[in-house]
């Protein structure tokens, strides 16, 4: 992780209550996003990885408080989360003692080359500064083993409600939203390749149609945010 995050000196925000208030116009909580994005990631290891999710290891980079973790539970054979904040990873760690968390403040993620089928960040970028998205990445790819993927969720800039919900929230001040296009760009430019890119969130509701709707409509690029796949070659 980058040593300029800037969380990495400051208290970690009140995330939870900070952003529902951001969405709270969409009358959906938190909880429903993170769930959507969890699924998301089981259905791009079911997808692509050689053992499914249920054999895979995976590392959640910029982790944060664990919020998306509950939702990945038994889903899982080994789940890692890394965060630059301290605060966070304590609250994490006991949110989800199931699970493992280490925090990095030196540039370097705290594992070995090639260790995790999957290594994913979750709407993180946004909060690195732009000189530092290729060591970022580049960090992503060491940890990933030879044949693992490297998922990259984040906020879609070309959706206006995403737009508001960014300016209203407090932590997100400093972001710096980035288009799919250079998300599939840097993957590219480290030596990922590319799986796929599918939209998220179209339709802000819990029944099954909408989430049917919201799957078929992946490949339309309005959604309020993403997630772009890469395979780090063998």
């Known amino acids: 992780m980058p040593e300029s995050n800037r969380w990495a000196r400051e208290s970690y925000p009140d995330y939870r209550n900070d952003v529902n208030d951001a969405i709270g116009f969409s009358g959906l909580g938190v909880d429903y996003f993170l769930k959507g994005k969890a699924d998301h990631a089981i259905r791009l290891l079911d997808r692509y990885a050689e053992s499914g999710a249920v054999g895979a290891s995976c590392l959640d980079i910029g982790c944060g408080i664990g919020a998306m973790h509950p939702a990945l539970a038994g889903r ?70 030879p044949g693992g993927l490297f998922a990259v969720f984040e906020h879609n800039p070309l959706n206006p409600l995403t737009r508001l919900a960014v300016m209203r929230c407090p932590f997100d001040h400093d972001a710096v939203l980035l288009r799919s296009g250079k998300v599939r760009q840097l993957l590219q430019d480290q030596g990922f390749a590319l799986l796929g890119c599918d939209y998220l969130f179209y339709v802000p509701l819990k029944s099954g149609w909408a989430k049917r709707l919201d799957r078929a409509l992946s490949w339309l690029p309005i959604g309020a945010q993403y997630a772009v796949c890469g395979r780090k070659p063998r």
């Open 76 to 145: 899982l054979n080994r789940l890692s989360g890394v965060d630059v904040s301290t605060d966070a990873i304590d609250t994490a760690r006991l949110a989800n003692p199931w699970a493992e968390y280490h925090t990095s403040g030196d540039g370097r993620l705290p594992y070995p080359d090639g260790s995790f089928d999957m290594t994913m960040t979750v709407c993180v970028m946004h909060h690195v500064p732009p000189s530092d998205w290729a060591a970022f990445v580049a960090e992503a790819w060491r940890v990933t083993r």
